[in-house]
């Protein structure tokens, strides 16, 4: 089962990491194309979230989880593009204090975070009270707990960052970025992801239900490439090329 979550997770994410990539730096009459398209899969997939959780099955847990990321997927979509973001839109100005330059990073992304927490809240509950198969819910959680250590370490301070990912109209955005040095925040966030992925290894190893094996599995490796992802804010290791294909000028 390892193997088998590893080769499904490693896959899913290079490939829709690339298409939001490519979709997000589009012109705004596909970008709306797109985002609608994404918008009727995503619903498509949250509606689903009361069948899946009540289905064990390898299937069951195979499709919770792509259709996890697929909503994971509009989400990001809806930032990168500009649909929801936050109340500032305005560059950081130059020597602002630390308290409030975290207040207006906040300000640029508030109302799609509201967004995030309230759609993972709404798998949780559409999951009903004992669910057999929470795996929509527990991928977006970990996404999303994932997400806000690396949101949090561009923010104090990163080695390195590919600005060019980010569209121009989230120039903003990129200026509460502080690329240069890693923060104190850096290492121990890494190493608590790396120790949580581990963790849910251990679980699954232990386990002798097949289902419940690689749900874990599935989760432990989405939690180890966040913890590599973290690597490539510490270090410069060329991951650009991982998507070379999919960023281009807008």
């Not at 989400?75 to 975290?102: C, D, H, R, W, Y």
């Not at 999303?144 to 955005?173: A, D, E, Q, Y």
Request: charged share 10%.
């Amino acid at each position: 089962m390892i193997w088998l979550a590893l080769l499904v997770t490693l896959s899913l994410w290079w490939l829709f990491t690339g298409l939001a990539l490519i979709s997000a730096h589009q012109r705004p009459p596909i970008k709306n194309l797109l985002f609608g398209l994404s918008t009727v899969v995503a619903i498509g997939c949250i509606a689903s979230v009361p069948y899946i959780s009540v289905d064990p099955s390898l299937r069951a847990i195979l499709f919770g989880f792509l259709f996890a990321l697929l909503i994971w997927v509009w989400l990001e979509l809806m930032f990168l593009m500009g649909i929801v973001t936050g109340p500032n839109k305005s560059l950081a100005p130059p020597g602002l204090g630390l308290g409030q330059k975290f207040k207006r990073a906040l300000a640029t992304m508030i109302y799609h975070e509201v967004i995030v927490i309230s759609v993972i809240g709404m798998t949780f509950f559409l999951g009903g009270e004992k669910p057999t198969n929470p795996i929509i819910f527990y991928v977006l959680l970990v996404l999303w707990l994932m997400r806000c250590s690396t949101k949090l370490n561009l923010f104090f301070g990163v080695r390195h960052f590919n600005h060019g990912w980010l569209p121009k109209s989230h120039k903003h955005v990129a200026s509460y970025v502080s690329v240069g040095k890693n923060s104190a925040l850096m290492t121990p966030s890494s190493f608590l992801a790396a120790i949580f992925a581990l963790l849910l290894f251990l679980r699954a190893f232990a386990t002798d239900d097949t289902s419940v094996a690689l749900s874990l599995f599935l989760l432990a490796w989405v939690a180890a490439l966040a913890a590599v992802e973290h690597v490539f804010l510490m270090y410069r290791v060329g991951e650009e090329a991982l998507w070379r294909w999919a960023v281009k000028s807008e």
